[in-house]
């Protein structure tokens, strides 16, 4: 038995009093669970402690909280693991998720924000007409293909972390964007386009995602919500050709291009490809003007504070030859490709596993 410092973060919105923190002692072996530790503190110090939790196996969600400010389930993390990353060293602080309203101390009301935005995505199959008699024929690819998606419990510790949803509350969010891909995925599915176009037209859909990794670290299952959205992403731009009016296809493309063709990213010319296009006329499109425009003061106050200079600006950004070349290989290994390489958790692993091992690394350093 050992003893751990557990500081919880409460808040009752019936009192009308603003949140406060209440540190409990419990006693535990160190391989048990934060939630376990949460449960001693309200079994035999304060009964008024409120906590969400069911299956206590990793299996339901129900228990997402923050530890030590990073989202995870209660049940799945270890008292000792949970000390090792405690910001003193003594106490494991553990508070509710971020981006949902609080209930009550560590519930949160996943309706107002998880499951609407669930809802949102139309998360149930389609099927394709006409209805065979027995039963759909898929690919053993394709569905282990949407089986990465398929594991999400909903447990909402994405939506905790998404930077996105902080800055866009009407964001639709990884969870959701994810329960949409194991959908857009499935050969049985009737609504693909629809669903694509759905989610690239709405201002807050897949192009609203910001790359920032934090749903990928977040997710207890391995689901990797970011990389579902960009797969939605290329789906949508590679194979139905779908021009958004955010311009997030514009934009995208206008990353790709300018990076082949000068293996850095030109900040000057990104703008006015990602809004009108490639060509010199589509970048004097009105549309253009006005983004350009509108983004003056943003463009004053970086010159003005010296992150930005008017020459480095206009001046194409480029590497030297030989790197150049290096970079537009490996375009060319990937668009020469018959098929687009998709990566997966359940079909490719993950990057350890490509690795040799001691052994096979030990023979052929002696060969």
């Not at 569905?143 to 998404?162: E, L, N």
Request: hydrophobic share 35%; proline share 6%.
């Amino acid at each position: 038995m050992a003893e751990f410092r557990l500081k919880l973060r409460r808040y009752n919105p019936e009192t009308g009093e603003a949140p406060y923190w209440q540190e409990h002692t419990v006693e535990l072996e160190p391989h048990r669970s934060v939630l376990e530790g949460i449960l001693q503190a309200k079994n035999t110090e304060d009964g008024s402690i409120g906590v969400r939790c069911s299956c206590k196996a990793a299996i339901c969600g129900s228990c997402g909280v923050r530890v030590n400010g990073k989202p995870g389930l209660a049940c799945h993390t270890h008292l000792e693991d949970a000390l090792a990353t405690a910001k003193d060293g003594e106490t494991i602080v553990v508070e509710p998720m971020g981006n949902m309203p609080v209930i009550k101390d560590l519930i949160v009301d996943m309706d107002a924000v998880h499951w609407k935005k669930i809802q949102r995505v139309t998360p149930w199959l389609v099927n394709k007409e006409p209805i065979p008699e027995r039963e759909y024929v898929v690919p053993r690819e394709s569905m282990v293909d949407v089986t990465q998606s398929m594991a999400c419990i909903q447990c909402g510790a994405c939506v905790s972390d998404c930077l996105s949803m902080e800055a866009d509350p009407l964001f639709v969010g990884p969870a959701a964007l994810a329960k949409s891909y194991r959908f857009v995925g499935d050969p049985r599915d009737a609504m693909q386009e629809v669903r694509l176009k759905d989610l690239s037209e709405d201002p807050h859909g897949i192009y609203d995602c910001t790359h920032c990794f934090k749903c990928i670290e977040a997710c207890p299952k391995g689901v990797a919500p970011m990389s579902q959205i960009m797969r939605l992403r290329r789906i949508a731009g590679n194979d139905h050709h779908i021009v958004d009016r955010n311009n997030g296809e514009r934009h995208e493309r206008a990353f790709v291009n300018l990076i082949r063709d000068h293996g850095l990213l030109w900040e000057a010319e990104l703008l006015p490809r990602s809004l009108g296009g490639d060509s010199w006329f589509g970048k004097f499109h009105p549309a253009a003007g006005q983004e350009l425009a509108s983004s003056l003061p943003v463009i004053a106050k970086g010159l003005l504070r010296g992150k930005v200079s008017i020459g480095g600006a206009l001046k194409p950004h480029k590497i030297p030859a030989e790197d150049l070349k290096q970079v537009q290989r490996i375009y060319e290994t990937v668009e020469g490709r018959e098929e687009r390489v998709e990566f997966n958790l359940y079909i490719s692993g993950k990057d350890e596993d490509l690795l040799p091992s001691s052994s096979e690394a030990t023979e052929e350093a002696s060969a």
